[in-house]
């Protein structure tokens, strides 16, 4: 029977206990450095190699089913943004960028103001990057979230390729859902109706959806500042070396992937860079936050997380249409019937074009048509061939009876 994995809970990480110990598995990790880089390659990257399904025949219906998921939002905070000089920085002095910077980033656990982002689920990570190029190019913010929520999906395949399409998202938007580093309790996310195996379902079991701690210090480890000893994956910056244009210092990958678009606006001087920075941040949110949710519904350890669905397969059928091939089919059968009556007709007789009467009987002068006019039949032709001496001789036209 096809199959698709779902996530109903999330208790995946390495390391110990105590909090600032832990880190995602290398799955969770591929999935979050993948996605967030997506937008800014040339090339397009592929889901996680290992297969969410299985489907025998290659085509599969797998109906509506309901999984844990993560969400994303970003919104452009650029009126935020206060100048003295060449530094700009963000009103609270949380995020400065210098005269010789171009990108500079953080990213924390803390909820967003909700004047910029409002209605945050269960928050994994709150992220944001300010930017400034040259010349007229003016200095832009951006703001982004990343949260626990509960997607419904409709999943075929066809062809051997999934396709899933939302069709309802659902968060936890209560005082008790709010999150933080330090909280002791795992967090749970109860939908009022979800979908398994294209049923709807309204019970507190099948509805409930779970993080636990540890996990999502794992996440919160790898993407946030001072949660983990060692540089976040989401902050850094980059800037010029002396006053030489040419040579950058940049002291992450996603500060060197952010500094791209506003560097390319700077040196076209075609545009805003709050546009383009904002641009690329909410479809980096966007496919981060689709290969995680990708990526934990792998590592779901209950392996009875699992949607079942139908298989199609391939088969021929033929419809004839009698009125069509009337007219040819007749003729056909009529053709065939008079073969069959020849040979029952001739059956026994010697065949004609294998005889030697043609060359008797054929040909012969006016003199002696009259006389050979009554054999009208082979039989008769043979009985008066075997009372006569014939002598064929050559003629301008052929052979004749001489």
């Known amino acids: 029977m096809p199959w698709i994995n779902v996530a109903q809970s999330y208790d995946s990480w390495y390391s110990g206990e105590n909090p600032g110990q832990q880190i995602p598995v290398a799955i969770v990790l591929t999935a979050m450095t993948t996605g967030f880089a997506e937008p800014f390659s040339d090339g397009s990257w592929s889901d996680n190699a290992r297969s969410l399904y299985y489907c025998n025949s290659g085509n599969c219906t797998f109906g509506a089913y309901s999984t844990l998921s993560i969400c994303s939002r970003c919104a452009d905070s650029s009126s935020d943004i206060v100048t003295n000089g060449d530094v700009a920085a963000l009103s609270d002095g949380s995020l400065v960028l210098g005269a010789s910077a171009i990108v500079n980033m953080t990213s924390d656990t803390l909820y967003p103001d909700a004047k910029i982002l409002s209605n945050v689920g269960p928050l994994i990570v709150r ?110 910056y980059q800037e010029k070396i002396g006053n030489d244009s040419s040579r950058w210092r940049t002291t992450s990958s996603a500060a060197q992937m952010l500094g791209q678009p506003c560097t390319y606006v700077t040196a076209q001087n075609s545009g805003r860079c709050n546009d383009a920075m904002y641009a690329g941040l909410a479809e980096a949110f966007q496919t981060m936050s689709a290969y995680l949710s990708h990526a934990i519904r792998l590592v779901a350890r209950e392996g009875t997380q699992l949607s079942f669905g139908e298989s199609w397969f391939s088969d021929f059928r033929f419809c004839i249409r009698w009125l069509w091939i009337l007219y040819t089919a007749t003729v056909v059968l009529l053709a065939l019937a008079f073969v069959v009556s020849t040979i029952v007709v001739n059956h026994g007789q010697k065949r004609w074009k294998g005889s030697i009467l043609p060359a008797i009987f054929h040909g012969i002068r006016d003199l002696d048509e009259q006389e050979y006019q009554r054999l009208a039949d082979p039989p008769a032709m043979r009985q008066e061939a075997d009372q006569m001496m014939v002598t064929l001789a050559e003629w301008r036209s052929g052979f004749h009876r001489a």
């Not at 400034?132 to 066809?158: F, L, M, R």
């Not at 209560?174 to 979800?194: H, P, Q």
């Open 127 to 236: 992220y944001r990057a300010i930017a400034w190029g040259w010349g007229n190019v003016a200095p832009a913010a951006t703001e982004c979230v990343a949260y626990w929520c509960v997607q419904s999906v409709n999943g075929t395949v066809t062809n051997g390729v999934l396709n899933e399409t939302v069709f309802e998202t659902s968060t936890n938007l209560s005082r008790s859902a709010r999150t933080s580093y330090e909280a002791a309790n795992d967090i749970v996310m109860t939908t009022s109706t979800c979908w398994q195996n294209n049923s709807r379902f309204s019970d507190l079991d099948t509805c409930s959806f779970h993080v636990s701690t540890s996990a999502q210090r794992g996440l919160q480890n790898f993407l946030t500042v001072g949660a983990f000893e060692g540089p976040a994956f989401l902050s850094g």
